[in-house]
């Protein structure tokens, strides 16, 4: 203990002779310069927090809602459909359209087809629908559309189904027809390292045919809508 307490006087007595030394005034100085160091090193090394809160309950039912609603669930709970057809857009009601051009098309096409076409529509507008005719039988039923692409946007055309005015699953509110393009030529121009250059391409208008399904390729096989006896499309 004498030690201890003899070390510490000396100690004591070291720095007094430093301070005296140094000067009072300098001491002080160096002290609060030390200091101030000492600040502003540690703000540079401060832990940085975040205190946002972030509401997640929303999405948290979004993403549920979209998984219950999404096509896969509509066929496992429609997996006792025991009748499957192809329904045609035939004896359709809405934004028909009748001039020289589409009934000179529906004659060329009622001539080659056994599938008899007995009207067109024109889709300019958003709110531009059809409704097909009631169904006899309760199934299964897959949607074949022959059309005549005048969108002069490059994206593909899209449109939505409803069965008794709601969309029977999540995709079916974004459907899509393809769209057929063609190069403006046949010959494929060299760069300067020999490599092919794509020459541009146009969109063609055309009738084209197409079953309702999945293009972007999520999902299999055809679009199919459980339809009961006396339900219909829109």
């Given at each position: 203990?004498?030690?201890?307490?003899?070390?510490?006087?000396?100690?004591?007595?070291?720095f007094?002779?430093?301070?005296k030394?140094?000067?009072?005034?300098r001491?002080?100085?160096?002290v609060i310069?030390?200091?101030?160091?000492?600040v502003?090193?540690?703000?540079?090394?401060?832990?940085?927090?975040?205190?946002?809160?972030?509401?997640t309950?929303?999405?948290?039912?979004?993403?549920d809602?979209?998984?219950k609603n999404?096509?896969?669930?509509?066929?496992?709970?429609?997996?006792?459909?025991?009748?499957?057809?192809?329904?045609?857009?035939n004896?359709?009601?809405?934004?028909i359209?009748?001039?020289?051009d589409?009934?000179?098309?529906?004659?060329?096409?009622?001539?080659?087809n056994e599938?008899?076409?007995?009207?067109?529509?024109?889709?300019?507008?958003?709110?531009?629908?059809?409704?097909?005719?009631?169904?006899n039988?309760?199934?299964?039923y897959?949607?074949?559309?022959?059309?005549?692409d005048?969108?002069?946007?490059?994206?593909?055309?899209?449109?939505?189904?409803?069965?008794?005015?709601?969309?029977?699953?999540v995709?079916?509110?974004?459907?899509?027809?393809?769209?057929?393009?063609i190069?403006?030529?046949?010959?494929?121009k060299?760069?300067?390292?020999?490599n092919?250059?794509q020459?541009?391409?146009?969109?063609?208008?055309?009738?084209?045919?197409?079953?309702?399904k999945?293009?972007?390729?999520?999902n299999?096989?055809?679009?199919?809508?459980?339809?009961?006896?006396?339900?219909?499309?829109k």
């Amino acid at each position: 203990m004498k030690k201890i307490f003899k070390k510490t006087k000396e100690l004591l007595t070291k720095f007094k002779q430093t301070i005296k030394s140094i000067g009072i005034k300098r001491a002080v100085v160096l002290v609060i310069a030390f200091l101030l160091v000492f600040v502003v090193v540690a703000s540079l090394f401060k832990k940085q927090t975040m205190n946002n809160y972030y509401e997640t309950e929303t999405l948290s039912y979004l993403s549920d809602d979209l998984l219950k609603n999404n096509y896969s669930s509509y066929l496992i709970d429609k997996k006792d459909a025991n009748v499957e057809a192809i329904m045609t857009t035939n004896n359709m009601e809405g934004s028909i359209k009748e001039d020289g051009d589409v009934l000179k098309y529906i004659n060329e096409f009622n001539l080659e087809n056994e599938d008899k076409i007995m009207g067109v529509a024109e889709f300019l507008k958003k709110d531009d629908y059809i409704t097909l005719p009631q169904v006899n039988k309760t199934g299964m039923y897959y949607l074949k559309v022959v059309y005549y692409d005048i969108n002069k946007q490059i994206n593909d055309n899209q449109f939505s189904i409803l069965i008794n005015e709601e969309y029977p699953f999540v995709e079916a509110r974004t459907l899509k027809l393809p769209s057929s393009f063609i190069f403006e030529s046949d010959e494929f121009k060299l760069d300067r390292y020999k490599n092919e250059i794509q020459p541009s391409s146009f969109k063609e208008n055309k009738w084209q045919e197409a079953v309702v399904k999945d293009y972007d390729g999520l999902n299999p096989g055809y679009f199919g809508f459980y339809l009961k006896e006396g339900e219909n499309l829109k």
